[in-house]
């Protein structure tokens, strides 16, 4: 799965989507599912994102549970559960086994997506570590101010701006200097290049070519025999 | 009064942060904590505060360990001054921010309106007191992180390199207001790597590598040390380097250029008689 | 061809009162240039508009010119002038845009449309410059402060650019890292590039630079070579907290009718009182 290119991955995560999509029967949306779990299981990825798949299949239960108590047949509430369940695990999959970086040189140079766009969700990423090194920053510095988050919700709402302040001022600043820095940088300024390679191999042709057939197939099964 | 007995920390084991360090620093004190970025001053200082706890060993404030104490409760003795005000300048006016803290302590009105006017006072604010905090300079903002943890009325003063990012102007005002603070009773630890200011202002030096504690002493005595100080990553004052190597011609070991162009000055004065 | 030059440069940003007034100045190729001033003086403001940030990026008023390398900032893009101009901010840690080192290093090669067959090539060999070698897959976040300034660098060296821009590069560094970030930047100078640097601890950049710029107030107070430079600053009593202790001691002692060259250094300052003291001692022993 990793030395697939990303483009391939992109095209897999909305196969699978539609897949789930046509897939109607149980048995299917379940094999569905098995054959993502296992598919991470044999790329040596399931240690780190089994965390993730378990506690979608917990979501899942609960939506399923709050669907057949709305009123859905039992069956249909499991089929929303476990269509969610397939869904969502392809995504795990796509993020587990791609880098940002490739996954955003996909999306422009092959996807036509606008660069701005596409950097606009790196940056973001980008964002997160330093965000959480700030707010343990902000959180230090106010609990050396005595500042603790307890008591009824209405102080520890108020008490909560001693956090939020700074913290959100912080990050204005932030994106202010990186906006500026990607402009210092020459950002957007011309024909740029991409130091990651991701063309399309020919492992990458079979497996689209496969994906091509195996929804044609569940379109026709689904058509003709109403799975 | 401030004692640590034999503790340690680490952020990943096997790789201690702080290393068995045992320190007492008396009250009235003005002492400095120098080292390499990484050495581990950082860690202690945040172990005094109570913001981590230690893996082994303990500290004792103004006789009671703090093992069980919050970073609120330690706040009424340490203040502790951040190095990047932003992080914790959040109210409107000066006067308002100086406040947050008492109030978080539960002063009394009174108490809160004569700590924080005494705080402002003290360090030179007190014209500032209806200011928008954020539109200050650099220096200013730290008088008011400064400000700010007096107002708690703490005995201790911690400043995490509190001059960074300083013109030298308001370093000098800072360590002014730093020095007066101390005269007037407070015990002050300034954690630096700016050697000036530790020559001149600080009369006891920690020294940290690699988590441990490799020197304490006067600061004269640091710089005493030769070549050991390099391997800390500190660099002598120029001038205190300078009148050492100059000590076969009878020159004695100085801070300032003043001090050392009048003792060059008299023997050259001597030899022209 | 001035590396830069500023011809009676004006700037204000929007809704803010003049920051840099009439400034006449001019940087030489390969030159190392070091700009001093109290806080609130305008030198961030004059990195920027050494880069063509002022007034592309704020906006705001200006009023004379500023040529790079014989490109008026005016007529140009900030995309055009960052081949010849790389500036690493105050901020440097919010100038990191990638997630990990490698992709940060090879973004401004990536804007620059490189080949991509290039690009491992020439970010390995940056990193290797600042000392930051085996690190490609790190994540940035997981730097520490100086090695974060480090990557910053890398970032702006990689497209080797003529003029290399610092703001303040040295406030979150130890003595020792400082010491290295300025043997590099002096390395790069001598290997023809042309640095300007804003910096308090004038002793640090002084082994290096040519020039020396003392900023008040939006104006140049005082600008050239940084003995004379220096010397002014001590005459005229401006902003003279900066001046290093060893020249403090060198012009305190020209008073009392001594003559130095001028130090760099301290094996300098030695060298020279060092003979002073020995031929005062053989003439008080001799008579």
Partial sequence: MKQLAPLTKLVFTVAVSIWAMLLT?????????????????????????????????????????????????????????????DMATVFVI?????????????????CRVPQEYAFMFTTALRFIPDFLAESKAVREAQACRGYTGKGGIVRRFTSYLALVGPLVLRAVSRSETMALSLELRGFGAGRRSFSTDVGLKFRDYCTLLGMIALTAGFTAGRIVYGW | MLEMTGVSYHYQPGKPAVDNVSLCIRAGEFAAIAGRNGSGKTTLTRLVMSLIKPANGQIVLNGVNTSSQSPGDIARHVGYVFQNPDSQIFRDT?????????????????????????????????????????????????????????????????????????DAKEKESLLRILTELNEQGKTIILVT??????????????????GAKVFDGPVAELFAQGNDIRKWGLRAPAIMNISRKLSKYGVFPVLTATELSQQIAERVQRGRM | ???????????????????????????????????????????????????????????????????????????????????????????????????????????????????RKLIPQMVRETLQLVGLSGREQCEVGGLSGGQKQRLALAGALVTKPDILILDEPASALDPAGTEELYSLLGKLNEQGMTILVVEHDIAQVLPYIDQLVLLMEGR????????????????????????????????????????????????????????????????SRSA
């Fill in chain 1, 25 to 85: 029967s149980l048995p299917g949306l379940g094999l569905l599912a098995v054959a993502q779990v296992v598919t991470l299981a044999v790329c040596g990825l399931l240690g780190r994102t089994y965390k993730g798949i378990l506690s979608l299949t917990g979501f899942a239960v609960v939506l399923i549970l709050v669907q057949y108590a709305l009123g859905s047949e039992l069956e249909a509430a499991i089929a929303g559960g476990l269509r969610m369940i």
């Fill in chain 1, 94 to 110: 796509l993020l587990a086994t791609t880098k940002m970086q490739s996954l955003t040189t996909a999306l422009v140079s092959q």
């Fill in chain 2, 94 to 166: 000066v006067a308002s921010e100086v406040a947050y803290g008492p109030e978080q302590l539960g002063f009394s009105a009174p108490e809160i309106a004569s700590s924080v006017a005494e705080a402002l006072e003290k360090t030179g604010l007190t014209a500032l007191a209806d200011v928008y905090p954020r539109s200050l300079s650099r220096g200013q903002k730290q008088r008011v992180t400064i400000a700010s943890a007096l107002a708690m009325k703490p005995d201790i003063l911690i400043l995490d390199e509190p001059t960074s990012g300083q």
């Fill in chain 2, 193 to 210: 790597h700016d050697m000036d200011i530790l020559a001149r202002y600080a009369k006891r030096v920690v020294v940290m590598a690699s």
């Fill in chain 3, 1 to 115: 061809m001035k590396a830069i030059s500023f011809e009676n440069f004006s700037y204000a940003y929007p809704k803010s009162g003049v920051v840099l007034e009439k400034l006449c100045f001019e940087v030489e190729q390969g030159s190392f240039t070091a700009i001093v001033g109290p806080s609130g003086a305008g030198k961030t403001t004059f990195c920027l508009a050494a880069a063509g940030v002022v007034p592309h990026y704020f906006g705001g008023r200006t009023g004379g010119t500023v040529v790079v390398q014989g490109i008026q900032t005016m007529d140009s893009t900030m995309g055009e002038l960052a081949k010849d101009v790389a500036l690493v901010l105050e901020d440097y840690e919010s100038q990191l845009v990638a997630m990990t080192v490698e992709d940060e290093v090879a973004f401004g090669l990536e804007n620059a449309g490189v080949d």
């Fill in chain 3, 220 to 283: 140049i107070a005082v600008a050239g070579q940084p003995e004379a430079a220096l010397r002014k600053m001590s005459e005229e009593s401006l902003f003279q907290e900066v001046i290093p202790p060893l020249q403090e001691l060198r012009f305190l002692l020209e008073k009392h009718g001594c003559r130095f060259g001028a130090w760099r250094c301290e094996a300098d300052a030695v060298r020279e009182l060092s003979a002073v003291l020995q031929e005062a001692g053989e003439v």
